[in-house]
């Protein structure tokens, strides 16, 4: 009798540890995936994404490890119109900084795979998921698996015709690299919400407060999508003072492409401008978010997190200025 109470004690541990576990997995991949993110922000400003003329999605991890190698992996770079047009006389040293970027990005992704299936698959067979949420694992490792082929899909863009990627599919590298970061926070926050007692779960969130972070969310993944193809079109370099574009708050030549919706996308004075005109709603939204909250639901964790997503698009905003300055 004793044993069998130790034994359900134990039990009842593991239990307990379980959600803990899995959202300490969730977290630290979701790190992985944000510094992700960094290190492709410096691939596309240091303009490193072509560097690597080839998808080999195991054998691509081994760097080049001779003279030999590196000589092949340049002489296929000189075959792309980006070192016809832009990088002609490139020496060999100056490929390998812009390779070693894409290489790194690249290379993180693997990890971030493996960082995730692997812990998955050991769960998976040691019976130690937390119930109800095997389908949503497995549609992040779908998400990842998708992500690794859009990369490619978007290098292959600049490999022929043009000396940059597409900015469409950028966009959608981009933006389904942020779906995926998101995802893992949600679930790692709802795997820790499973450790609370049913009676202590809080009463549902009054539905305006969930409209209203709906709305501040939405436009976070469309300001990220509009700022995709800002840097896809480098419409920061052409207009580079604020707040005025080009000497005005609206520009002219905003609808100069026909059709009219070519604008949104092709257009780099309607593509910036809409990028900053969102960016002053996602700020609005989010502070006025933060203070409704405060006024009308009292404190916690809900008046908490409004602030510091509010505060967070303050901050960015004030990055975002610098940086096009």
């Known amino acids: ?25 969730m977290f ?13 922000g410096a691939t596309r400003l240091t303009d490193s994404g072509l560097s690597i003329t080839e998808w080999k999605p195991l054998l691509g991890a081994i760097p080049p490890l001779s003279h030999a ?33 894409e290489w790194g ?21 040691t019976r130690s998921l937390v119930p109800g949420f095997k389908l949503r694992l497995v549609f992040i490792l779908l998400l ?27 966009a959608m590298h981009l933006s389904l690299a942020f779906v995926i970061l998101s995802a893992l926070i949600w679930v790692g926050l709802d795997v820790l919400d499973t450790r609370a007692p049913r009676a202590s ?31 896809g079109t480098k419409a920061g370099l052409t207009y580079n003072t604020w707040p005025l574009m080009d000497g005005d708050f609206v520009p002219t030549g905003l609808t100069q492409l026909s059709p009219w919706y070519l604008n949104i996308f092709e257009n780099i004075t309607t ?5 900053r005109m969102t960016a ?18 009292g404190g916690g964790l809900v008046q908490v997190s409004a602030w510091i997503v509010g505060l967070s698009v303050v901050l960015q905003a004030l990055i975002g200025i610098a940086t096009l300055l």
């Open 28 to 40: 630290f991949v979701a790190a992985l995936v944000f510094a992700m993110i960094i290190v492709g």
């Open 105 to 125: 990005h690249r290379f993180l992704g693997r990890f971030i795979g493996l960082a995730f299936a692997v812990p998955l698959a050991l769960f998976w067979m």
């Open 271 to 275: 593509i910036q401008f809409n990028h």
């Open 1 to 25: 009798m004793v044993a069998d109470t130790k034994k359900s004690h134990l039990h009842s541990l593991d239990e307990a540890g379980r959600p803990v576990a899995m959202a300490v997995w």
């Open 144 to 170: 990842g698996a998708l992500q690794g082929f859009v990369g490619w899909y978007m290098v292959k863009s600049g490999l022929v015709d043009r000396v940059d990627v597409s900015q469409y599919r950028l």
């Open 201 to 231: 779960v809080p009463a549902a969130l009054p539905r305006w407060i969930v409209a209203s972070a709906s709305v501040v969310v939405g436009l976070v993944f469309l300001q990220v999508g509009l700022g995709a193809f800002v840097a």
């Open 69 to 101: 190698d590196w000589a092949d992996a340049f002489e296929k770079y000189k075959q792309i119109p980006e070192y016809e047009r832009v990088n002609a006389g490139m020496s060999l040293e100056e490929f390998k900084v812009i390779f070693w970027w």
């Open 280 to 297: 002053y709603l996602l700020l609005v939204a989010a502070l006025c978010h933060a203070v409704w909250v405060s006024m009308s639901h």
